[in-house]
DNA sequence: ATTGAAATAGGCCCCGT
DNA sequence: ACGGGGCCTATTTCAAT
């Protein structure tokens, strides 16, 4: 018996590799300069990448915006503790999350926090009133715990 | 005594909250159709847009790319709890963090974690070599606790 | 600061090989 | 996968308001 293959999916040629680290590093990247340095002809790049993108290998272009510029000078994370036995509460908490005001992102984990949530807020009340207002408030939630954030980096691998 | 003021930056002008929250989405969104959107010319866009990198508004445009699709199909949060009174090993270690294989993003953290690291690894044996090479071998490092991730969602405040 | 027009450049689709 | 041609669109600069 040989071994279980590890990707489904057809693995990724090298030279695609090379376009989504590009783009990774600057999504506004012209496709001609992209072919140029991976070497391939524009013509190729730019049917390569609207293969990834089709393909959802590219999930998509974002900028990074400073959250301080727009006067979230806050950011912290927050883990979530939920209920156990309340999995309708649990759906309902689960889709309110992207919504809820000054979310940058939401983890669902596997341990014993449920939620890890990311988020930028103006200030410390701001903080204090989503955390009431949205996470203790809610019927689902059993506890949190929240760290405010110093700093944070961007690794390598590719996000 | 008034109010301490909450904004020592210039406040941002609303078509530049508007640009910024369209860059948020699609960051390869031509000038001219983010122009259009937000009712001004392009040429004025374009100005405000080289405006806001300039300022820092804008960090900078990424790739959204699927870790599952680079082999990557395991994500973990990996909380990481330092020794203290060991500054310069600590020092050594942040430089470190971004660099380290696998490795999305890293959050320093106030409270009883020192650091939150996301990773994202092909199986959950990179998963403990991760751990057990970068980390616990380290000797800055006094505690991790591993959380798989199951799934994430991007909010609606700017990230 | 914002604009419109004009020139440069790049993107894109179809056709070849 | 590559190259070319034709066409369209986008970007960029600049003078003027």
């Known amino acids: 018996m040989g071994p279980v293959p590890k990707n489904p999916q057809p693995a990724l040629a090298p030279v695609d590799r090379a376009i989504l680290r590009l783009l990774a590093e600057d999504a506004r990247m012209p496709n001609n300069a992209i072919a140029e340095a991976v070497g391939i002809a524009p013509s190729t790049c730019l049917a390569r ?13 974002h900028a990074d915006v400073d959250p301080a510029a727009l006067g979230l000078g806050i950011q912290a994370m927050i883990a979530v503790r939920l209920h156990a036995h309340t999995k309708e509460r649990i759906s309902s908490f689960t889709a309110e ?3 809820l005001p000054g979310v940058v992102a939401a983890y669902h984990l596997a341990g014993a ?5 990311h988020v930028a807020v103006p200030d ?4 204090r009133d989503f955390v009431l207002d949205h996470l203790t408030a809610h019927p689902a939630v059993a506890h949190t715990e929240t760290s405010l954030i110093f700093g944070h ?3 390598e691998a590719v996000s």
Chains 1, 2 share one sequence.
């Not at 410390?124 to 903080?127: I, K, N, R």
């Open 49 to 61: 990448m609207r293969a990834l993108r089709e393909r959802g290998v590219i999930r998509g272009f």
């Open 124 to 127: 410390t009340d701001a903080l």
């Open 113 to 117: 926090d449920d939620y890890l949530l």
């Open 153 to 155: 980096m961007r690794g």
């Open 97 to 99: 999350i992207p919504h």
